[in-house]
């Protein structure tokens, strides 16, 4: 946490004056600013030695799969360092949207933050392997590549392209498609509607298969939007509209699975290096720990929710027709469009090799 005024302007100033999203994903915007965050993480730090109060900026209102991760990296860090460390959690986007606490952790302004695999994806491309529509099924599909080579070399390039380290992953589920209007079964359902979408091309791309065109909106607008009608619809994961109280702005479910949401808890690589050696081992140490029990959570807890957003809150739920096979056909179409961000079409045959799938489906 900054505690210097004057550092905190200076680094306003900053972000005002250039530094922005975009040049932030340059490693030559990061490799000048990385100096400059650490020194003033560690005048953060300096107060008290190794004691400080951490920042944490969730997307997500509590009760959701970032805020399981946020609590349970707090309790770990508090732990092990022995009262030393504390985290606070900020819920709900009140720090910013979160694309927004990207490019401040990458600034030091502020210390952690959980955002939605694909709300990082602009800064750093290659991670939009794990948006590529319909390439992850399921949990032991995430869990596969965020933990093992893939995520390694995935968590170096983030660092390499945005100054921020990936210390863990919640697990959050399938993306589900909602909407206020009908129920959903095939692609032409949606016709008329306004979707909202992340801003994320991947994402964008695979509604324009679907014949549709979304609405691009940061996440912190998205329940306004929903509750204003500005948009029709959204998806995000059973764990996340239930956290969100979506069921009281949308009616219909698509038990749709074209994206597998996981949402990376993240540190400016400042904030990292000015941590001495032991704290630094002790949050990456949290951060797995953290990692492990929301995979846990999310096994233990999807189908209670799925079963109440029907049961309590009067949603309905449509399986998409013929077993989601037009959906799928469609938005696997655009994967060559991004072969160029994410590594090659190379890349994606080692995901689908990881995956112990057929990698000649990559076109
Ligand atoms: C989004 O839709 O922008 C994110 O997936 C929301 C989230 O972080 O849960």
Known sequence: MIDSTQTLSDFR??????????????????KSTLAIAVAAASLSMAAGANAATWKMALGDAAGGTQYELGKTFASLVEEKSGGDIKVDLFPN??????????????????????????????FSPTVGVLTLPYVIHGPDDAKALTQGKIGDELRENTLRDSGIRILGWAYSGCRRLTNSKQAVASPADLEGMVIRVPKNEIMISSYQSWGVNPNPLAWSETFTALQQGVVDGQDNPYITIDAMKFYEVQNHVTDSCYVFSMEPLIMGEG??????EENQQLVLAAGEEATSHSYDYLLATEDSIK??????????????????????????????DFYASIGGRDKLVEVLETLGRDPSTAP
């Open 93 to 122: 986007g009140q720090l910013g949207s979160e694309q927004d606490t990207v490019n401040n952790a990458s600034m030091g302004l502020v210390d952690l933050s959980v955002v939605a695999i694909n709300n990082l994806t602009p």
């Open 13 to 30: 100033l900053l972000t005002r004056t250039g530094v922005s999203r975009t040049s932030v994903s340059r490693t030559s915007a990061f």
């Open 307 to 336: 079963k109440s957003l029907v049961e309590e809150h009067g949603m309905t739920i449509t399986q998409p027709a013929n077993d989601e096979q037009e959906w799928i056909t469609k938005a696997s179409s655009i994967w060559p």
């Open 271 to 276: 904030t990292f290096q000015s941590l001495s």
